[in-house]
């Protein structure tokens, strides 16, 4: 962006400076970093934190300084009720029930066609992210025709495993089901190859997207089920590249290109406008269309996004895109045959 030399605004372009604090994890510290971006260094835009609950928790604070809340890392059902009470709220992403139903929808289709049976295991963390999405696939199970057999919550922070996967292993299920965060992705697969948990399906939700989950665990990875994925293609693989290049970093197959598309949208939207006028740029994102990595864009009614890849699956070192929202083509899904 300042390379070309920054946004392209009516009185001329300005070179964009990021201002960022760590909020520790701690979502007392995220309110505390957005009240002093607004009243301390009076910044033109605030970006959306990290993690659902902090989202839900900075919420007033956006509200209470007039900066519209643009959110990738929050999936809720809460929306409706959100954006009426915050109406600059937006959760640029898909809802708590979309990932659920995205990851059971998965299920049902092994079921059905014979390659997996009813039974499964599911654990959550023990946060609002984790027990939305237990709360919600509770009953989509039932609908589905599974039968949960182990359904276990366990705390945020959680280090060990070995009891969470003992006594979902010991369920003999056909499917396992984590709603998780990263830690817990990478601690519960770390536990499963332990215990050679032997299912025919595999899932984990926040941090199954990561490069890292795949190079941690190589050939235990393949055919592994996680929230996020993408459909390949020339332009996706050139992102990775670039990403790469830019920060050194390996972007993932989940949030990374979302947030990409919702920078995309945000400057093509101040360039539109030519002004950094915060509420007539959330109505411009909240009325028009875009054209982004991830395709066509637009936000929902309820302020969320209107097309997400739900449930990716790693398949020979790439996160496949396998079910979502406002997409119609998707890989198909492998069975998990071994922890390699």
Known sequence: MNERGGLKLKDGQRKVEIIE????????????????????????????????????????????YKYPQVSVACITDQAPA???????????????????KGAIGVLKKLKDSGQIGNKVAVVNVGDDFGIELANAGRPLFKENGFDIVYDKSYPLGTQDYAPVVK??????????????????????????KIENLSVKAYYCAIGCAFQGFSQKNGPAAENVLGAGGVADSPEIRAFYKKHKEVTGIDAD???????????????????????????????????????????EI???????????????????????????????????????????
């Not at 994890?25 to 990290?50: F, M, N």
């Not at 954006?83 to 709220?89: A, G, L, Q, S």
């Not at 292993?169 to 536990?191: C, E, I, M, R």
């Open 21 to 64: 604090y760590d909020d520790r994890t701690q979502p007392p510290e995220a309110i505390k970093a957005v009240e002093r971006l607004a009243t301390v260094d009076k910044a033109d835009w605030i970006s959306g934190v990290y993690a659902t609950g902090f989202n839900l928790a900075t919420a007033p604070t956006f509200d209470k």
């Open 82 to 100: 959100l954006v009426k009470k915050y109406p600059n709220f937006f959760m640029f992403n898909a809802s708590t029930t979309d990932y659920a």
């Open 167 to 192: 006594a979902a292993k010991a369920a003999n299920p056909d499917a396992f089901v984590a709603w998780s965060y990263p830690p817990d992705t990478f601690g519960l697969a770390d536990q499963a």
């Open 253 to 295: 197959y989940a949030g990374s290109p979302i947030y990409y598309a919702m920078l995309q949208m945000l400057t093509e939207t101040i360039e539109t406008l030519g002004t950094l006028d915060r509420m007539a740029i959330a109505d411009h994102i909240r009325k028009n269309k875009f054209k982004s990595l991830i395709g």
């Open 298 to 340: 637009q936000l929902t009614p309820e302020q969320t996004l209107n097309r997400v890849y739900t449930v990716g699956q790693w398949q020979n070192n790439f996160f496949s895109g396998v079910a979502g929202i406002g997409y119609t083509q998707f890989a198909p899904v492998k069975l998990k045959t071994s922890w390699g």
